[in-house]
């Protein structure tokens, strides 16, 4: 997909972040063993994190630095952060398992898949797809596509809205529309290096056939502007890989994308309303609670367009429902799950003509409004999503290459995009009680309440009836997150050095050099990196304790262990953790609400819960929320783990995937061990 991939990010000049983190990783090898010394001690200072380590390291780095070779200093944990690292010694009997037979997949996927490959086709086709965008040119990959992240450096500067709104760089004041440079790293403010996304607007209706670009109110953007001249907005996060995302057991930095996907939204059980629509057989629906685990990068991939389209409508609950069309096709019955009780009405069809659809997409040019404040999101942007897109051909505007091992023998004759619409990928890829069905849905789009009528089979719809929705768009958003989680979870880099030494029982003398087997014992020994990027016994390979190996095997919450000189005992979200890269202040990450209650409903905020599970149990809503009890007791008045901690990355392909942390902050892996080494 060549034309997709340029077209998919600006034609700026080549990042020097990339050029800098490789040449700085070549000259880590002259750098003086102290700094090794002082990065030992500092693991002192940060015991809170290095579980699995035991105290006493400032002994143990003096030991260190008198027998290693001049040549094992920060190289070797640079290294072996590039390699991966893992907790496994010689005395241990087996090796952990490789990447490749590790991939998490869902309980009951074949309840909504019938056809995994078809999936990974549609998933990817959405993925790489700029039709997607509300501007008609972004999509995931905009922000994913150098090795799974962003290495774009221009207007990629978010000014820390979270605290303020303040550019720091390259000097106070400074500016958006900023080309980074080598110079500017590491930052020391709050300023983050985020990925620029779409200019600040208010969504109106998605775009006609035929047009690019959907129904959008432009609004002044007092913070992403350029003398008056509205510019890309920039993420206040920085953009992490999806490669090798498929481990997480949450997603999202601060974990807010759930290991249960619920087909609506990144929320999974924490939204009681989400629900799709099940055709249990073409004349009959009713509202359907999805549930699927292991499925974070579902709920993950419905995330982003929730930013996308900003909207106050179609945002109510809804009071599951069983819709029946009855056999004459005379009457649809409505039966109120919750009541039992039920109203008969006539079965109208869908007119073919609405005056009312027709003016609301006149091509009429729009003011631009002068709100200062963000409308709030659209909680089920999926419908919308599939009422632009189920009917257009998939990657329409992009060249396809004929040797795509997925795409390819999707590819139109023409070479532009695929020769099947985004209906037929959805048909061959999903069970059909998700598609198929002879009632179609009317949304109020300014009270969300649902009206079901007759569907006039192979008559199409009016393209202008844009409040209408076939079964296929209203359930579009169970179909984008299941078939972009399928797409990636193929991008697993297992094929690596460190996989082969790992595959021969850490043996293979061949696999890695000796200044990486140097770096690789440091990484998981001394160094203390596995306390989080990893854990112990057999879950290393996957390189992060966030993982769903590691979940499962500790419990979604757990307690630091009683022997650390600091914060011993404390209960944390497994996998989640403060390092001190900036003060909580300026984002809390994991401390945060899931904002559920607000986009739900805001009269109810006892409903926004915590994103922290340790909070949910300590106020004790562990339990309602995920139908389980917590693994361990939380009292309400001790200190928890939670504010300003965010979830561990894993560590493969690390050197393709710069900027380091949550905020962007660290250019180069010699920055990161210079965090680490002379403290926060």
């Not at 939204?265 to 099940?278: C, E, S, T, Y």
């Not at 089979?457 to 296929?472: G, M, W």
């Amino acid at each position: 997909m060549s034309n997709g991939r340029n077209r998919c990010h600006s034609s700026l000049p080549e990042s020097e972040v990339s050029k800098d983190t490789m040449a700085q990783s070549r000259d880590n090898a002259s750098l003086p063993r102290r700094l090794l010394s002082r990065f030992l001690k500092r693991i002192q200072i940060i015991a809170l994190w290095a579980a699995g380590i035991l105290g006493g390291l400032t002994q143990l780095a003096s030991k260190l630095s008198r027998s290693m070779k001049k040549s094992a200093t920060v190289a070797a944990l640079v290294t072996a952060a590039i390699l991966a690292g893992h907790t496994v010694s010689a005395q241990v009997a087996q090796p952990p398992p490789p990447l490749s037979q590790l991939v998490p997949q869902p309980d009951n996927i074949g309840e909504y898949i019938k056809d995994k490959t078809a999936a990974i086709a549609l998933g990817k086709s959405l993925f790489w797809d700029m039709q997607l965008g509300s501007d008609g040119i972004q999509s995931c990959a905009s922000c994913h596509f150098h090795a799974g992240a962003d290495n774009r450096s221009k207007n990629q500067i978010n000014p820390g809205q979270r605290d303020n709104n303040v550019f720091n760089i390259p000097n106070t004041p400074g500016h958006p529309n900023y080309q980074l440079t080598a110079g500017d790293y590491p930052i020391t403010s709050n300023d983050v290096t985020g990925s620029q996304g779409v200019f600040r607007s208010e969504f109106i209706d998605v775009a006609r056939p035929g047009r690019g670009e959907d129904r959008v109110t432009p609004l002044k953007d007092d913070v992403f502007n350029v003398q008056n001249v509205n510019v890309r907005r920039v993420t206040n996060r920085n953009t992490p890989t999806v490669i090798n995302a498929v481990f997480n057991f949450r997603n999202f930095w601060d974990g807010r994308a759930q290991d249960v996907f619920n087909g609506v939204n990144p929320f999974g059980a924490r939204d009681p309303d989400a629900f799709v629509l099940k055709a249990t057989d073409p004349k009959k629906l009713e509202d359907f609670p999805v549930r699927l685990n292991n499925s974070s990068l579902a709920s993950q991939a419905v995330g982003p367009p929730l930013n996308s389209f900003e909207t106050a409508a179609e945002d109510l609950p809804i009071a599951p429902a069983l819709i029946q069309l009855s056999e004459s096709n005379n009457t649809i019955s409505i039966t109120d799950k919750n009541s039992g009780n039920t109203v008969q009405n006539t079965a109208e069809q869908v007119p073919q003509t609405d005056a009312a659809a027709e003016a609301n997409n006149q091509n009429v040019s729009p003011s631009v409004g002068s709100s200062s404040q963000d409308p709030p999101p659209i909680r089920r942007i999926g419908r919308k999503l599939g009422k632009k897109l189920v009917t257009r051909k998939a990657l329409a505007k992009q060249d396809v290459a004929a040797d795509d091992n997925v795409l390819g023998s999707y590819r139109a004759s023409s070479g532009k995009g695929l020769n099947q619409t985004y209906e037929q990928l959805i048909q061959a890829a999903f069970q059909p009680q998700w598609w198929n069905s002879d009632i179609v849905i009317q949304v109020n789009p300014n009270t969300g309440e649902r009206k079901f009528l007759q569907r006039r089979r192979n008559i199409p719809l009016n393209p202008l009836l844009t409040n209408v929705y076939t079964l296929a768009e209203y359930n579009f958003s169970l179909f984008f997150g299941l078939a972009v989680q399928a797409y990636e979870s193929t991008l697993v880099s297992d094929q690596t050095p460190f996989d082969r030494f790992l595959a021969d029982n850490n043996s293979n003398s061949n696999a890695l050099t000796a200044e990486q087997k140097q770096g690789l014992d440091v990484f998981r020994g001394k160094g203390g990196c596995v306390g989080c990027h990893g854990g112990v016994g057999d879950l290393l390979t996957e390189l992060t304790s966030a993982s769903v190996r590691s979940v499962a095997r500790q419990g979604r919450i757990k307690r630091l262990p009683s022997f650390l000189p600091v914060g011993a005992n404390l209960p944390q979200d497994t996998g989640f953790f403060n390092i001190g890269v900036r003060p909580p202040s300026e984002d809390i990450g994991l401390g945060g609400n899931d904002g559920v209650g607000d986009l739900q409903k805001p009269q109810a905020p006892n409903k926004n819960s915590p994103l922290s599970e340790v909070r949910l149990a300590q106020q004790g809503r562990f339990q309602p929320i995920f139908g389980q009890a917590p693994p361990i007791t939380v009292e309400a008045n001790e200190t928890i783990v939670a504010d300003g901690a965010f979830k561990t990355p894993g560590l493969r392909n690390v050197e393709l995937t710069p900027p380091y942390f949550h905020n962007g902050g660290q250019l180069t892996l010699r920055q990161v061990v210079d965090f680490y080494s002379r403290g926060a």
